[in-house]
Structure formats: structure tokens, C-alpha cells
């Protein structure tokens, strides 16, 4: 093999090298590319499952929202007190948090 053939052989393997080298950087980064899909993945089903929560609170609170609003509004016409069945005294709502703790 002459000097000029053998340099030619060189450069080309030296290419190949290089080219070699770049698709296993290619490979690196595809498997790379293909955990953040399934991160992503997995992200958005939580997302979605956070959403559904949501309307599920959405609802709920929609539901309860008038008869906690009338409710409200029937406590502040009696200044906050509601009567109590056993004793009938009126008690204020911090008194009613604290018989209910005892």
C-alpha cells in the first residue's frame, strides 16, 4: 500500500470515527428524548386527574354554596347566635366550637 493510499485510509477511518461517534451522541440524546416523553406522560395524567379534583370541588361547592350562603345570612339577622335545644340559651358561635370540643 503506498503513503498516499494509507493517508487516504486513515482520513477515512477517521471519519468513520467521527461519524460513529455522532450517532452514538444521536442514540444518547433519542433515549434521553424518550424518558422526558414518559415524564411528560406521567405528568399530564396527574394534571388531568388534578383537573377532574378540581371540578369535583367546583361542584361540590356549587351545591352547598346557597344553603351555606342562607345559612350565613340567617346567623348575622340573629347577630350570630343560634339556640341551644337543651338548655335554650343562645349561645354565640365561639361557644358553640367550644362545647362541641368538650
Known amino acids: 500500500m503506498s503513503d498516499k493510499e494509507q493517508t487516504d485510509a486513515e482520513k477515512i477511518s477517521e471519519k468513520l470515527d467521527k461519524i460513529f461517534s455522532k450517532l ?6 433519542d433515549k434521553r428524548l424518550q424518558k422526558i416523553e414518559e415524564r411528560m ?11 377532574s379534583h378540581i371540578n369535583f370541588v367546583e361542584n361540590i361547592y356549587d351545591v352547598v354554596k346557597l344553603p351555606f350562603s342562607n345559612l350565613l ?5 340573629s347577630g350570630g347566635q343560634i339556640t341551644n ?6 349561645l354565640t358561635l365561639p361557644e358553640i366550637e367550644k362545647r362541641n370540643k368538650d
Open 24 to 29: 452514538d451522541k444521536i442514540d444518547e440524546i
Open 41 to 51: 406522560d406521567k405528568i399530564q395524567k396527574s394534571a388531568s386527574n388534578m383537573d
Open 73 to 77: 345570612h340567617a346567623l348575622s339577622w
Open 85 to 90: 335545644e337543651d338548655s335554650q340559651k343562645r
